[in-house]
């Protein structure tokens, strides 16, 4: 639309509203494998599941006879083992007599013997030797330490059954081969079996079962993947989620051109902790692979990695960026401890953490070390720009089992979304977490999000966010909700719209193991200065606390309801306001 605006035009442009969402295809193929097995001689060899070696005994000397069969594999799988083994019923692996007889014992045909003459292991498939009288072997044409070509014809002299090396093929199974490559087709292995046969052995037919076994190699787990986005144009002002550059300029308004991958990650108390990553910039520069130990140094490359958008990097210039971190192979487990904002140096200096933008990905089970105590501590401290906190962050946590959370979200979202305008918790964050087996429960929750979505006008709590909460098992309460909301959306004033009823807040959690000697601070100053929390205060003490002594008045329940707008804080005592 065209207004007169004094002696010219002014012209007005209609944005319009735009939403865009973005899913990950994902096609998985199984593995297959398949092994034939063929005679050599199908002519007059033609039945696969049985190999056949004719012998005609000389009257003076011993008699030669072998026979062989081609084994072949196809397999989609990243490489592949073979191996071969003999089914006898005699631990010494000998053909036995398979005719009517009255002869005892059996008559039989020995295994090639595995001796330490001429060298130790003879016979041995890498370390081969010629059959001796009355005996059976096997050999894999070059393959581990056999001769590259064998004969089946016992005329034949070069080569010759006689000279030819073989082994013995034991009951427990010898590995013939073990491949790394990918795709596979027709690859072929020729399996000679042979044997020397005196004048004087009975007539009649000796045998054992082979039996080849091919296993295709799993397939690698792919590599673990955490992405966030980071706007380096973004100022520590208002801003409501959604906004642009074109809605919210002064909000876009910075001009810096780098980044730091923040890496003082807090896990057991403790900073120091190796990373071994792949990561991406998200500005079109190849992925690179990075190491170190995470820390709090101010020193450059000690706390952080630089992504460079500026002239000395990919000159991209100032922008959003998708920045990706994947592990090396599956990741083990804490892969990622070294990852977070602990601290206000190095990369954790407020001006990096206001360029953080959005979680983009949950957290996986791996990422910081199951079971560890401060296992999300500090994590996303002080991203005072960020936008709404992810439903599904921890839906792939697991907790079954772990006995000591202590802190485990202590200040995890402390300013996070400090200056969003529209930020709020969302629901079931927490409903993976399983608390039951925990006896340490200190601090778990201590200042999890003190000062989150502080400029948001419309933060709430969603009901049963806490309904998680199960004390059974604890004997250390200490600090448990320690300001745990202390100044949550402390712009929605005056119990303003919407408000949080503090009765549907912590739904069904168990919280009957919460004494005065197990908990001290348990709720100091749990939801100070969170104006739109609303609801009678005191129907929350009596349903949650009723094993507690009237007037229900903990020590450590210190200003938990100071600056709230419960409906009855004037009548609470005075531990509670």
């Not at 001796?115 to 041995?124: A, E, F, I």
């Not at 809605?247 to 902790?273: C, D, L, R």
């Not at 071994?276 to 500005?283: E, F, L, P, Q, V």
């Not at 925990?438 to 969603?462: D, E, K, Q, V, Y």
Request: net charge negative; aromatic share 10%; with cysteine.
């Amino acid at each position: 639309m065209l207004l007169p605006w004094g002696g010219g035009l002014l012209g007005l442009t209609a944005h319009a509203a735009t939403q865009s969402a973005s899913t990950d295809l994902s096609l998985t193929i199984d593995s297959i494998i398949a092994l034939s097995v063929t005679n050599c001689d199908t002519t007059s060899d033609p039945d696969s599941s049985r190999l056949n070696i004719h012998i005609s005994p000389n009257a003076s000397t011993d008699t030669y006879g072998a026979n062989c069969q081609v084994l072949s594999i196809d397999t989609n799988a990243p490489g592949y083992t073979l191996s071969t083994k003999a089914n006898s019923n005699d631990a010494t692996n000998n053909l036995t007599y398979q005719n009517p007889t009255t002869v005892s014992p059996l008559p039989f045909i020995p295994a090639l013997p595995i001796t330490n003459t001429p060298t130790p292991n003879t016979g041995t498939p890498t370390n081969p030797t010629t059959l001796i009288s009355n005996s059976w072997g096997f050999a894999v044409a070059n393959k581990l330490g056999f001769d590259s070509a064998y004969t089946t014809n016992p005329g034949s002299t070069s080569p010759s059954i006689a000279t030819g090396k073989f082994a013995n093929l034991p009951t427990t199974g010898t590995t013939i081969a073990d491949t790394t490559t990918m795709p596979i087709s027709s690859d072929n292995f020729t399996f000679y079996y042979a044997t020397s046969v005196p004048a004087t052995k009975m007539a009649g037919t000796y045998s054992t079962t082979i039996t080849y076994t091919a296993i295709a190699k799993p397939v690698p787990e792919p590599p673990e993947v955490f992405k966030f986005t980071i706007d380096t144009r973004m100022t520590d002002t208002l801003f409501a989620d959604g906004d642009t550059p074109i809605t919210n300029p002064a909000h876009f308004a910075g001009t810096a051109t780098t980044f730091s991958i923040p890496t003082s990650g807090y896990v057991n108390a403790a900073v120091s902790h190796p990373y071994t990553w792949i990561i991406n910039c998200g500005d079109g520069t190849p992925d690179r692979a990075v190491s170190g130990t995470s820390h709090t140094s101010n020193a450059p490359g000690v706390n952080g990695i630089f992504c460079d958008y500026g002239p000395t990097g990919s000159n991209t210039g100032p922008g959003e960026y998708q920045i990706t971190i994947k592990s090396v192979g599956a990741g083990t487990p804490g892969w990622m401890n070294g990852f977070g904002f602990y601290g206000t140096s190095g990369a954790s200096t407020q001006a990096n953490k206001n360029l953080f933008k959005s979680i983009d990905t949950p957290l996986t089970n791996n990422m910081r070390t199951p079971g560890s105590s401060y296992r999300f501590y500090d994590m996303f401290f002080g991203a005072r720009n960020a936008a709404q906190i992810p439903a599904d962050l921890f839906s792939k946590i697991s907790t079954n089992g772990s006995t000591n959370m202590s802190n485990m979200f202590s200040s995890t979202f402390m300013d996070y979304a400090y200056n969003s305008t529209t930020a709020t918790i969302p629901f079931g964050l927490f409903g993976s977490i399983d608390t039951s087996s925990a006896t340490n429960l200190s601090s778990m929750l201590s200042i999890t999000f003190a000062r989150c979505a502080h400029s948001s006008t419309i933060g709430t709590i969603p009901n049963n966010l806490l309904s998680f909460v199960d004390t059974s098992s604890a004997t250390n309460l200490a600090a448990l909700f320690d300001r745990t909301f202390g100044e949550y959306a402390y712009a929605n004033k005056l119990g303003g719209t919407p408000d949080t009823d503090i009765n549907n807040i912590f739904g069904s959690a168990d919280l009957s193991s919460i004494t005065a000697s197990n908990a001290s601070s348990v709720f100091y100053r749990i939801f100070m200065n969170m104006p739109s929390l609303t609801g009678t205060a005191q129907i929350f003490i009596d349903t949650k606390f009723s094993h507690w002594s009237v007037p229900r008045v903990p020590a450590s329940a210190t200003q938990a309801f100071l600056g709230t707008g419960v409906t009855d804080l004037a009548s609470l005592d005075a531990n509670w306001k």
